[in-house]
């Protein structure tokens, strides 16, 4: 039985996704935990505490515990005021391996864990398993970069990091090709879905539950509020539709991220406003996986119109619910839609094309046909194939000697 030490610095796995830092990194934390928990090992993870109302530990299922870090003020600090708080972090985790022990390896998760991971890493000689989620250079590249400084901190921690996950073969290259990495040690390890929650149901009684209109066509964006994320360019499909003729309707949900969070929902209420489409834009409040999959079950298209995305979490569970995507043709939405299959890849930034895009899916989703191929797809994709897989890459690292800076 192994013991894990996940490094979740800036965002808890215990958070609500879609709103704040909350997104698919939180998922990804608490689902790839509970599946490793759930094989047999020990899962601790660290994240900094941002509330004085929380527990130092709390338990989430038996092998699998959440520690709240003292590091900083309790309370939601900005992405540039959590770095001064990193040494602190990573203080009181060494304190608590001082106190009860150190794990057999590190995984840690977004750039700033990995810098606690990398101290923690040489300070007591143990493996390092990376995730990054997103990449400096990569966001750069597609849409806006932060610092140069992160990426050069990114750059260190590939270089020493014993092991780093991609979530599948575009995330791989892309590794290779904006950092250098050693190929040898990039690991494909795709992300899951809980199928009990995603799972295929009847469309009707979804809307049923939702209060939605049953004959309209529905679109769903889920995801934070952000210009990353494109929630502006699901709003202006949506209004491309309506002027079209055609009855259709979008539910956002999500919450506002980051210092311009809720700038954003403001443009978007205004927006809505000035085109006259307040009774067909519902904004609805980041909801539980239970719910969420409802939402997803009535939809006739998800949309994920991302400027860069990783994987695109919320395109495969849309998948498993059987409603088709429509994504932006970038990062690993490239592997998890098929094009004419389960959905549509857009690259154009074109509120036109993408409506175009939503009516032909729409039109060849008449007998099922994509709904079928979507739920097929992602089968293949479970949080206990992601388990084993860093199980196995525990234990071959634990074997081998460290990769050395």
Not at 16 to 38: C, F, I, K, W
Not at 101 to 109: I, M, R, V
Not at 110 to 128: I, M, N, V
């Amino acid at each position: 039985m192994a013991r894990l030490a996940v490094i979740s610095y800036h965002t808890s796995p215990l958070a609500q996704p879609g709103t704040g830092d909350g997104g698919g990194m939180n998922v990804y934390v608490r689902e790839l935990a509970s599946a490793v928990a759930r094989q047999g090992h020990e899962v601790d993870v660290f994240t900094r505490r941002d509330s004085p109302t929380l527990p130092t530990t709390q338990l989430v299922e038996p092998g699998f515990r959440v520690h709240h870090v003292t590091a900083g003020p309790p309370r939601t600090l900005e992405r540039r005021e959590q770095e001064d708080h990193v040494k602190d972090f990573t203080d009181g985790v060494a304190d608590h391996f001082l106190r009860h022990g150190s794990p057999d390896a590190l995984h840690a998760n977004y750039w700033l864990s990995g810098l606690a991971g990398h101290r923690l890493k040489h300070e007591l000689d143990l493996p390092l398993i990376m995730t990054f989620h997103t990449l400096e250079r990569v966001k750069a590249d597609h849409f806006e970069g932060e610092s140069e400084d992160r990426a050069h901190q990114e750059t260190a921690i590939f270089a020493c990091a014993d092991a780093v996950l991609a979530s599948c073969d575009v995330e791989a290259a892309q590794f290779v090709d904006y950092y250098n990495a050693d190929p040898a040690r990039v690991h494909v390890v795709p992300l899951g879905v809980q199928h009990a929650f995603f799972a295929p149901g009847d469309q009707r009684a979804a809307r049923q539950a939702l209060g939605r209109d049953e004959n309209e066509m529905m679109l769903l964006f889920v995801g934070r509020l952000q210009a990353l994320k494109g929630v502006d360019l699901a709003l202006e499909t949506l209004i491309t539709l309506r002027r079209r003729g055609r009855d259709a309707s979008l539910a956002i949900v999500g919450g506002p991220s980051g210092p311009e969070g809720r700038a954003m929902l403001a443009a978007l209420h205004q927006r809505v406003d000035d085109a006259g489409v307040i009774e067909h834009v519902s904004f609805v409040a980041p909801q539980s996986h239970q719910l969420l999959s409802t939402w997803m079950r009535a939809a006739d298209v998800t949309l994920v119109p991302s400027r860069s995305e990783s994987f695109g979490l919320v395109a495969l569970e849309s998948s498993a619910c059987g409603t088709p995507v429509v994504a932006s043709a970038v990062g690993g939405l490239l592997t998890l839609i098929e094009p004419g299959v389960n959905g549509q890849l857009i690259a154009p930034r074109d509120a036109d094309v993408w409506a175009d895009a939503v009516e032909e899916v729409v039109s060849a989703n008449v007998d099922s046909s994509l709904s079928n191929s979507a739920v097929l797809l992602a089968q293949h994709y479970t949080w206990r194939s992601a388990a084993q897989s860093l199980d196995d890459l525990v234990e071959r690292l634990i074997a081998v000697g460290l990769v050395r800076c």
